[in-house]
């Protein structure tokens, strides 16, 4: 079940693309575990969508991936780190990995653009002028570039959201972890930040990505997995998972997420 499945995408990805491999992932809160013995790998350049119903542990597992979380077992590879190893530099790892949470937790009291380079010059040590530099440019990626002087008050939530994967790809991250990006924000705004997400699939950025947004999924993914009880139930080309899926449970979810007179599920 986990081997790597893609369509007809190329996914070489670049020569230091990060592809995310896990292993037996499992992490407890107490008497609760919420990822029973988690195994799936994601290729340098591929999509791969997390689906299932609030409590699965879809969430807990993007977040062990960047170590906001520590698992209790298993082991997770993120291009050239073992991020379970005891002794692995975090801090060189994660400037890998750029993260977009529900919430935009963007700094108030700092423009679009300042939040786009502090973590640059802190982190990267870049000066203020290369950070601009790249900030601007990541801002236009995103749509915002006529808004770089607006403060997060001043922007829709769709805005302040584009803006938060601006500041990601700000970090020259291999692998982007998306965190039900679109679950806080109007319908209205949601396509915007859907289409940026699309645009960075082509350019072939690495991507996890948990979404209710089953059109998204279909569209862009390269592989769906749905969870459900802290397992994963079935895997596979996004197109059979949504409209022809195998399992039980399966069909279940999607029958009371998707409108059927749009799509319909195989029996």
Known sequence: MNDVVTNSRNHTGSLNAAGVSIQNLRKSYGTNEVLKGISLNVSPGEVVC???????????????????????????????????????????????????FQQFNLFPHLSALRNCTVAQT??????????????????ERVGLGHLADRYPDQLSGGQQQRVAIARALSMDPELML???????????????????????????????VVTHEMGFAREVADRVVFMDGGVVVEEGVAEQVISAPTQGRTKEFLKRVLDPTHIEISE
């Not at 969430?59 to 170590?67: A, G």
């Not at 039900?180 to 350019?203: H, Q, Y």
Request: one cysteine or more; a negative charge; glycine letters at 8%.
């Open 50 to 100: 997390l689906i299932g119903p609030s409590g699965s542990g879809k969430s807990t597992l993007l977040r062990c991936v960047n170590l906001l979380e520590q698992p209790n077992e298993g082991t997770i590879h993120v291009g050239g780190f073992d991020a379970t190893d005891p002794d692995v530099d975090i801090d060189r790892m994660r400037r890998k990995v750029g993260m977009v």
């Open 122 to 139: 802190k982190v990267l040590k870049r000066s203020q002028s290369e950070a601009d530099k790249v900030a601007h440019a990541n801002l």
């Open 178 to 208: 998306f965190d039900e990006p679109t679950s806080a924000l109007d319908p209205e705004t949601v396509g915007d930040v859907l289409s940026v997400m699309r645009n960075l699939a082509k350019e072939g950025m690495t991507m996890l």
